[in-house]
Nanobody, 124 residues
Framework: QVHLVESGGGSVQAGGSLTLSCAAS????????MAWLRQAPGKEREGIAS???????TYADFVWGRFTISKDSAGNTLYLHIQSLKPGDSAVYYC??????????????????WGQGTQVTVSS
C-alpha cells in the first residue's frame, strides 16, 4: 500500500513559479515509478512528467522546459517545480505511483496509487 499527499498548490500570478511536493509513504517497490499529472475542469487528466527509482525522467511535450520533476534521495518526497506559470496551467495537480511493470515508466502511463491533489490557480 502507498500513501501520497500533495502540497504546495495555491494562487499565483502569471509568470510566477511554484514547487509542488508529494509526500510518499508505504511499500518502496510500489513507488518505483512516480509521476505528476494534472486535470483542469472539463478536461481529461494529463501526464506531465515521470521519474523512476533510478532517476530517469520523462516529460510531456507541452512542458517546454517549464516543469522539472525531482525527488529526494530517499525517494520519499516527489517535487514538481513549475516556472513561467500561465493561466492554462490552472488545474488540480496529482502525484501518482506504481510498481515496476513490463512497460517503461512514463508520464503517459497509468498509475495504481494517487494522492488527493493540490489546486493550482494562475491569474493573468
Amino acid at each position: 500500500q502507498v500513501h501520497l499527499v500533495e502540497s504546495g498548490g495555491g494562487s499565483v500570478q502569471a509568470g510566477g513559479s511554484l514547487t509542488l511536493s508529494c509526500a510518499a509513504s508505504g511499500d518502496t517497490d510500489s513507488r518505483y515509478c512516480m509521476a505528476w499529472l494534472r486535470q483542469a475542469p472539463g478536461k481529461e487528466r494529463e501526464g506531465i512528467a515521470s521519474i523512476n527509482s533510478y532517476g530517469t525522467t520523462t516529460y510531456a511535450d507541452f512542458v517546454w522546459g517549464r516543469f522539472t520533476i525531482s525527488k529526494d534521495s530517499a525517494g520519499n518526497t516527489l517535487y514538481l517545480h513549475i516556472q513561467s506559470l500561465k493561466p492554462g496551467d490552472s488545474a488540480v495537480y496529482y502525484c501518482g505511483a506504481r510498481p515496476r511493470k513490463s512497460i517503461s515508466c512514463s508520464h503517459r502511463g497509468s498509475y495504481d496509487y494517487w494522492g488527493q491533489g493540490t489546486q493550482v490557480t494562475v491569474s493573468s
